[in-house]
DNA sequence: CATAATTGATAGTATTACTATTTAATTTGT
DNA sequence: ACAAATTAAATAGTAATACTATCAATTATG
């Protein structure tokens, strides 16, 4: 099976991560640790130690953890635009575009054999626990210039895309596609962490099922009436 | 006029900060710092300047500065279910209280001389900013468990409450209303920072407006067929 | 082969988030 | 009223965090 790479933007990393192996491990073993010791419980020294590098080996590759989240946080958002354009190749019809879209957006993550470096469903976790953090921050206008959250606008632009083909007259295409990309998240936290946000049940084994039931309702609903 | 107090859960404070001149100047100034500062750039250091006191002296009153911030945003969450419960007081008809809840939750906020203590204006901006912070940490579990998000689920669970109503079979009450609580502010927050993820534009003044009538779309839709 | 550039290691610093202890003020019982 | 008890506030710390500056080793290039 071929071994693919995502295009990363130049602004995410001061060394590009993929060109070593000591950047590769820094990425790779980062998903893992962030996963476990959550954003704030995560530190460069604690990192380094565990790859048996230093913190200043590590600074060389990104300018602190806060980047380090936004390129992990990027790569999946360029990660699942990728599996969007693969899964809607050769469909001309907007409404199926969309149902695969937002199937993709709420399935559950495995690992893809494509890229065998990276562990999806600890990055999955990540997306859904830390990813509002890369840009509630604020220093978000510099980020946005500097493009760090291209791979999140441009994956909205095109769903919303979709949207439009269906209902040209739609007003809020990009909104309710922001907010359906990130409820897909928040609902799936909810069901772990304040169940009574939310109608999910993390028992059954239909979660992902009913999370997909939930965004296609609510986008189809609100643009089609 | 009569001033109000929120009566607030034991568990947001070590000491009431409602009973003490210092407690109000803790949390009366904690809310412009962070206002201006964001929440990573506060620190009770600055605080304890600001307010010419002591760090020491602040901790008496919160565990930490998380605490503090669960505090301000259980208090905003409090105050939106008081100004529900005033604006839906004896309407009967469903429709017009989720109607009415909806337009609370994405009006645009203003000091509320019911709470004189209270900059509302620079609450609002560090909800939009900063709320989702309170629950995406490693000890949501713990926090959950000590109550400190009572606010925000009783707020969901109250206008579900409408929804089912409306509609008894609808499915996803709650994950559509925590859906809707949630993009009431990160619209905002798109537009204003990363605008080509919403409809919005903040130079216009209908800003608000649009934001309610998207939510208004949106439940009403998902809802309805 | 020499020089430059890159990579990684070592050792620092300012700041942060707290804590333990001491001092001062206030309340309470008699 | 006044000492004892309680509570509040100030002082002075500490461990950890987020970096940075410098130095040494390795690799690439003319």
Redesign the pocket.
Known sequence: MATLQLLMSENLFL?DPQ????GRKIVQESIKMIDELGF??F????LAMRI??????I??YF????RLLVYMIAWYWNWLEYKIDFGTQNITDPERKLEIALGIVSEKKMTDPFFPQIDEEALYRIVIAESDKTYLTKQVDEDNKEGLFRGFKSLCHKIATFILEINPEFEFAHSLISTALQAGHQQLFYAQHLPSLTDFDTTKDDLHQKNMEFLITMVFNTIKC
Do not use: C, I, P, Q
């Open positions: 060394r060109d070593t192996e000591l704030e419980g530190t460069f020294k604690k048996d590098s230093t913190e200043a080996s600074y060389r300018e602190n953890k806060h």
